[in-house]
């Protein structure tokens, strides 16, 4: 199937695949990066990354002290395709969730594996999305969007 991928929407309710990442995204309508991915097997853990591409071409976590926008424990396998949608936020220590600033993106999905032992490299996959732009006309909307 292609997947996990980088998506869009399509504007009426689905995601199509963007595995290019030649996409930038405007934050508003639905307009927001989403990963498209399908569980063959059940997981153990979920963790999502959003990292900020430098204008060197280097990556650093939009909020390392926090580091992950999202994980999930215990997940089933996939019926079908799913999809992540990210608005662009995210959390922080003891206080409200932030939002990124227009930019350059990515995102990493990790999965453990089954039975898997965290502390062991070998038993995460991971996919790291393309890197995509992020123009939001009306950036002061931040996680209310």
Do not use: C
């Not at 995204?25 to 989403?34: E, F, K, S």
């Amino acid at each position: 199937m292609g997947l996990p991928a980088l998506g869009i929407s399509d504007g009426a309710g689905s995601v199509l695949l963007d595995p290019d990442g030649d996409h930038t995204y405007t934050m508003q309508d639905g307009d927001i990066p989403y990963i498209a991915y399908y569980f063959g097997y059940p997981v153990e853990r979920l963790e999502i990354q959003a990292y900020r591409v430098t204008r060197g071409g280097k990556t650093k976590p939009v909020n390392p002290a926090v580091s992950l926008i999202d994980a999930a424990d215990h997940l089933g396998r996939s019926a079908a395709p799913e999809v992540y949608g990210w608005d662009g936020s995210y959390p922080r220590k003891g206080t409200k969730p932030r939002t990124v600033k227009n930019g350059d993106y990515l995102l990493e999905m990790r999965v453990l594996k089954p039975l898997g032992d965290p502390d062991n490299p070998d038993h995460w996959e991971t996919f790291t999305s393309p890197r995509f732009s992020i123009d939001d006309p009306d950036p002061r909307s931040g996680a209310t969007r």
